[in-house]
């Protein structure tokens, strides 16, 4: 099919993002596919590309996108993708590299390895609300790039969890932390945490309203962050944790997982926004306990300036990131895994724009929020 010349998008333009036209499509890597987008969903990296700086002015927004294949480069794999495939995966938006690209637009240059394939039979859902369950919907495609591929660089990639499904022992014999639990990101981590036995408990942490849906994904253990006492709760449980993750990723947050570690046993926290053992009261600090940062950027397959630092491309973390996509992108349509709960917005880049603007004012809890082009 032949292609515009020009498209929409939402580019950050001073502390603001707005929809633009007449843009240029992406540049295409080798190895990318050209998609239309269908539908995107938000992260809070969105808004925090704008709110801290770290995307450049003119840059096209978003990360989470799913659409229809229109344009092919010749290292694709044409075995797997062609054109008029339905396909979902995430791209850096508003990149200092490649800032011609990003979610939030008509048109999306999507990196083939790392992209996910869907059948032909998904469909908008035409609601506003879309419960959890199998992937089913473009809607639904559009919650997991991101949240997915984070979950899975956390647990196979750091946390060396094995492919084997529903073992009967646990892969590692000591309890795992998940402090915010009912992101969508928790949500992904439980549910491979379980299925492939990788703790012998899956401890949680999130508020109380979320925990049948999270006990139903396979948290053993619950915790109400609301209460004062919640790390003394813990750690008189639970007081040899030795992988915590922390997925809000706050100054706050940090200290109260770092508390939550063990005090004597080799200890990993996982956090997600680039904090460091400088975001930990010196009274706080224990020789044992390290803080490892994670970002699904180091599987782009390159270097990647951002907030005046290098994300330095990790070629075992693509690999890793690869082999996880090809494990699981199956197991999103027979019902081992589930997408989170969605919230719709029907109104694409203008609502791509909304939700950010939502993420940002903490309007989202336990659910996804995507905009559907339409």
Known sequence: MSLPTTMKAVVIEGKTAVVKSGLPLPNLPNGSMMIKAMAVGGNPTDWKHIEFGLGPQGSIEGCDVAGEIVQLTPEVDTNKFHLGDFVYGFVHGASVRAPDNGAYSEYVALDSKLAFTAPKTLQF???????????????????????????????????????????????????????????????????????????????????????????????????????????????????????????????????????????????????????????????????????????????LGFDLPLGGNVLKYDPQYRADIIKFIEEINPRLYNGDFEHPPIKVYHNGLEDAIQIMKDLEAGKASGEKLVAVFK
């Open 125 to 299: 859902s035409d609601k506003d609300l879309v419960r959890a369950g199998t992937i089913t919907t473009y809607e639904a495609a559009a919650s997991i790039p991101c949240a997915w591929t984070t979950a899975g660089g956390s647990l196979f990639h750091h946390f060396n969890m094995k492919y084997d499904w529903e073992p009967k022992e646990p892969q590692h014999n000591f309890p795992i932390l998940i402090w915010g639990g009912s992101s969508v990101l928790g949500q992904s981590l439980i549910q491979l945490a379980k299925k492939y036995h990788g703790y012998s408990k899956i401890v949680v942490v999130a508020s109380k309203k979320h925990e049948s849906l999270l006990k139903g994904y396979g948290a053993d253990d619950f915790f109400d962050y609301h209460d004062s006492d919640v790390i003394q709760q813990i750690k008189s449980k639970y007081p040899n944790i030795p992988h915590l993750l922390d997925l809000i990723s706050t100054k706050t947050t940090l200290q109260q997982v770092y508390q939550c570690a063990s005090d004597s046993e080799e200890s990993t926290i996982l956090n997600y926004y680039g904090l460091n053992v400088e975001s930990i009261d010196d009274n706080l600090k224990k020789q044992n306990v390290k803080i490892v940062n994670t970002f699904i950027y180091f599987s």
